[in-house]
């Protein structure tokens, strides 16, 4: 069987050594000049057919001998056509280690998360358990729920993250509502921390989905109050230009390093202030940037330390955040 498929593929070179040998016979048989010899022609077609059964065996071997080592480097192909799918076989190899590499680095990324998470949670259950052996405040209870519920919350869009394109829904959503129902959320800990608030809004509708909008602004405005001291400010405000719109979150806590401020967004990133003021998983700022760019949103932050933070949503007119779900045409 592996015979007849070697001499299929091999047909072009039978038939061009007949093609030759009947030229050759047809050139001596027409030239008036040479007299036929029936036993002339049956001996150099004897000599034909053992130069070609000797070349059909050589080219079965060395196709058996490039088979057995078509997985080595150095490995010689038999065709132009050989050379090219060898190529593309090994560009294929090189992307799925480079696939496979992908998948083992986001394992490692969510169990380093879960493992954090895990610690995170630990700190709020804790306290509620040391609550119940003594005097309960309604307060404290009520801050270390809010807790449980942010860090449960967070684990729940993080898991959600790779399946985002199946949960969500483009519609207008207007920002001074939205913020007014988180400040709202959040005024429990502006009154017990005497933080001031300041708001500049107006109705600005912008194109995006609101729940996952809603988990981006409270995000910001958590770490807003997480690095803001007793008796601090921050400040809300929408922007609207010929460009884009924007939502501008702004406090005079802290600061944030200038050395940390590029990395601030990237995945897992606590910097300074996290491993200093307060623990974090640093997930939070990366969420809200990977939801934001799949909304058609980005975030930009600026800061000095110890005199503000200011974060902007930015929601530009000009982009369309459904061209990211449709897959570019290519042509063949």
């Known amino acids: 069987m592996r015979w007849w498929r070697f001499l299929k593929y091999e047909k072009p070179y039978l038939l061009l050594f007949l093609a030759g040998f009947l030229i050759v016979m047809a050139t001596f048989y027409t030239d008036p000049a040479i007299a036929w010899q029936w036993e002339t022609f049956f001996y150099a077609l004897v000599l034909v057919l053992i130069l070609l059964a000797g070349f059909v065996i050589l080219r079965y071997w060395r196709n058996l001998q490039a088979i057995r080592h078509m997985h080595r480097e150095d490995a010689e192909n038999l065709s132009l056509e050989a050379h090219h799918y060898h190529r593309i076989l090994e560009e294929m190899r090189q992307e799925h280690i480079r696939a496979l590499n992908e998948v083992q680095a986001k394992q490692n990324e969510y169990y380093n998360f879960?493992?954090?998470?895990f610690h995170e949670i630990k700190t709020p259950i804790a306290v509620l358990r040391l609550m119940q052996q003594t005097e309960m405040d309604r307060k404290s209870l009520d801050e270390e729920v809010s807790r449980i519920e942010?860090?449960?919350?967070?684990?729940?869009?993080?898991?959600?993250?790779d399946s985002f394109n199946q949960d969500y829904?483009?519609?207008?959503?207007?920002?001074?509502?939205?913020?007014k129902n988180l400040v709202k959320s959040h005024s429990k800990t502006f009154i017990s921390r005497k933080i001031r608030i300041q708001l500049d809004l107006k109705s600005t509708i912008v194109q995006s989905d609101s729940k996952w909008l809603n988990y981006i602004v409270n995000q910001i405005l958590t770490n807003s109050l997480k690095y803001t001291g007793d008796d601090g400010e921050v400040s809300i405000a929408t922007r609207v230009t010929p460009q884009e719109k924007s939502l501008v979150i702004r406090d005079n806590g802290i600061g944030i390093d200038?050395?940390?401020?590029?990395?601030?967004?990237?995945r897992g990133f606590t910097g300074t202030?996290?491993?200093s003021h307060t623990k974090s998983t640093g997930m939070g700022l990366y969420l809200a940037q990977?939801?934001?760019n799949k909304l058609g949103h980005y975030i930009t932050c600026e800061s000095e330390v110890g005199q503000?933070?200011?974060m902007t949503v930015h929601f530009p007119k000009n982009h369309d955040p459904y061209m990211s779900t449709v897959k570019p045409f290519k042509e063949l």
């Open 114 to 117: 879960i493992v954090t998470w």
């Open 150 to 161: 942010h860090y449960v919350d967070q684990a729940l869009y993080y898991a959600k993250l």
């Open 169 to 179: 829904e483009i519609r207008n959503c207007d920002l001074e509502p939205l913020v």
């Open 258 to 266: 200038p050395k940390d401020l590029p990395r601030i967004f990237n």
């Open 273 to 275: 202030n996290g491993r």
């Open 290 to 292: 990977e939801l934001s």
């Open 308 to 310: 503000y933070t200011e």
